[in-house]
């Protein structure tokens, strides 16, 4: 049997995130209080295979029973249930946008005297204790409903669910971090072929751009480190555990030397037998 446990911020996409779990066949309890978790799970046991994946939502909105989450995980282990943890987030200015679009009160609205933000700043806190301990993390901060969606498939619907999955990806720092990143790069250092007038309108996609980008030896030299750092991390992730693994390269606009350098990397992994799921953000950008 196959259990993942939905939370984190409020806003942040829970709700789509069911409704894919949904498509692909998992059963979906919203808003199941934590102590309850266990009996379920022992109920599914008994159900002679009718019921082999499941997905609790689990958030704030349970109140002081939320705080129970962590004990309900710990005694599930305990049971020798496959579980895996999905924790959602977004940037503070995303959640007050969507909370403004939806009209709807946040959880703790009245605890924070209606003040979104000091409602966000609480929730965080309180989610503190869980968000280390989770085994996928997704950042829906910039990503699109359609990205979204593609992302929980390409973590969910995989035959090898133990395996770690590993997100390769390019963005531009003029348009936000990577906040999901386990590990970010930044190689703004090389030299710029947006400053070059027959490069600039293309992308690190364009073998014009990647020759130019990869002809220097700083540039080179740095992949050739960045390939054996990854190789030399890579088993100690995996070793701890860790089911997703999300590396990422920054540029200016995220559209040639980020781009270049993610799909080098990307190539390189692959070579080496690692399932990898590729993604510009920027790319198409103006």
Known sequence: MQFVIVTGMSGSGKSTAVNVLEDIGYYCVDNMPPELMVKFAEIC????????????????????????LRDAVADMQKMGVSMKILFLDSSDDAIVRRYKETRRKHPLDELSFGNIRMAIETEREFLRAIRDKVDYYIDTSNTSTAEFKERMYSIFLASDQDAMKIDVRSFGFKYGTMHDADLMFDVR????????????LKTGLDKEVSDYVM??????????KLN????????????????????????????HRSVTFAEAVAKHLRDSGNK???????????
């Open 45 to 68: 046991e008994q159900s002679e295979g009718k019921i082999d994946k499941v997905a609790f939502v689990a958030d704030i909105r349970g109140g002081d029973l939320f705080f129970k």
């Open 215 to 224: 002809k220097f030896d700083e540039a080179k030299v740095l992949l050739d």
């Open 228 to 255: 054996d750092l990854i190789d030399y991390l890579l088993p100690l992730y995996k070793s701890e555990g860790k089911a997703q693994l999300v590396i990422a390269f920054g540029c200016t606009g995220g559209k």
């Open 276 to 286: 990898i799921r590729l993604e510009h953000r920027d790319i198409e950008k103006r």
């Open 189 to 200: 250092c090389l030299p710029n072929p947006f400053y070059i007038p027959e490069l600039k």
